[in-house]
């Protein structure tokens, strides 16, 4: 069920990822990720009236930590594909996204089977390989801002999914709504700090409340998947969305998948068995 759980949020996220892309295309990322975070915290709170749950004052700060990160990885990511170079952005994000609640899961106690330590091992270079755009083979730089902003939004994302994994399952979902909120204020304080356009005008941005339901099913079922699975696992498998993103240009935009994504693709579909098997 963990594995289940874990493999919807991953699809989820890089179905959203997918969307959030091409609506950007035609109006400011800022303003389609205010659009998206106001309407899956609104879905997230309605949510919260049919899921029962007894949230502690721990839970909720857990959920604001979250969502603070969640919109500090956003803030990053975009400012890094901005201004950074694609290639070294979005898979060293990536990869951060998943070292950070790994970590965090270890530390506390979480000891996978040995066929599910290997499948995480395998993850890692999975997300490397399919997150790396086909045109974008440069060499990877430390010093570069690209870099920088990856390693940034890595971490807040990793942060989100770390924090969530600490929410125990009578907490409910209201953690998960405080979260969403806490990540509109983030970005809406980063993008005036950067003196970025965040207020949506355009029919085009207002295209960002579509993102909301997928967002809330990618975070709600991370979510789950932590209450039946340890952290260490669940994120690593979450952290693979690009995957799902990769397949869906290839799908509907006709992109061509690279020697190097095809390798990653086939390398997730084997950490997954590994980790299912374990």
């Known amino acids: 069920m963990a594995v289940i759980l874990a493999l919807v949020s991953a699809l989820t996220y890089g179905v959203s990822d997918f969307l959030g892309?091409?609506?950007?295309?035609?109006?400011?990322?800022?303003?389609?990720?205010?659009?998206?975070q106001a309407s899956a915290a609104l879905v997230t709170w309605v949510s919260v009236l049919f899921i029962a749950g007894d949230p502690t004052g721990r839970d909720l700060l857990l959920g604001a930590v979250a969502g603070l990160g969640s919109g500090f990885g956003i803030v990053f990511l975009y400012r890094g594909l901005a201004h950074g170079r694609m290639g070294v952005v979005a898979p060293v994000s990536a990869v951060g996204s998943a070292l950070v609640p790994l970590a965090v899961g270890l530390g506390q106690g979480d000891r996978p089977?040995?066929?599910?330590?290997?499948?995480?091992?395998?993850?890692?270079?999975?997300?490397?390989?399919?997150?790396?755009?086909?045109?974008?083979?440069?060499?990877l730089e430390v010093a570069?801002?690209?870099?920088?902003?990856?390693?940034l939004a890595g971490l807040g994302f990793g942060v989100l999914f770390a924090a969530l994994g600490q929410v125990p399952e009578e907490a409910g979902f209201a953690p998960l709504a405080v979260a969403n909120s806490a990540?509109?204020?983030?970005?809406?304080?980063?993008?005036?700090?950067?003196?970025?356009?965040?207020?949506?005008?355009?029919?085009?941005?207002?295209?960002?409340?579509?993102l909301g339901p997928l967002g809330f099913v990618a975070t709600g079922t991370f979510l789950l998947a932590t209450h039946h699975g340890l952290?260490?696992?669940?994120?690593?498998?979450a952290a693979l969305y690009p995957a799902s993103t990769v397949l869906l240009a290839w799908l509907v935009l006709s992109e061509r998948i690279g020697r190097g994504?095809?390798?990653?693709?086939g390398a997730a579909a084997v950490a997954v068995s590994l980790v299912a098997l374990g």
């Open 231 to 237: 952290l260490s696992i669940v994120s690593v498998i």
């Open 21 to 36: 892309g091409l609506f950007s295309r035609r109006a400011s990322a800022w303003q389609i990720s205010v659009c998206g």
């Open 113 to 139: 089977s040995a066929l599910a330590a290997l499948g995480v091992a395998c993850a890692f270079p999975a997300i490397w390989l399919v997150a790396r755009p086909v045109d974008d083979p440069g060499s």
């Open 261 to 265: 994504q095809a390798v990653g693709l």
């Open 144 to 151: 570069s801002t690209g870099f920088l902003d990856g390693v």
């Open 183 to 210: 990540a509109i204020v983030a970005v809406v304080i980063i993008a005036v700090t950067l003196r970025e356009p965040w207020v949506p005008r355009t029919r085009a941005a207002a295209r960002g409340v579509l």
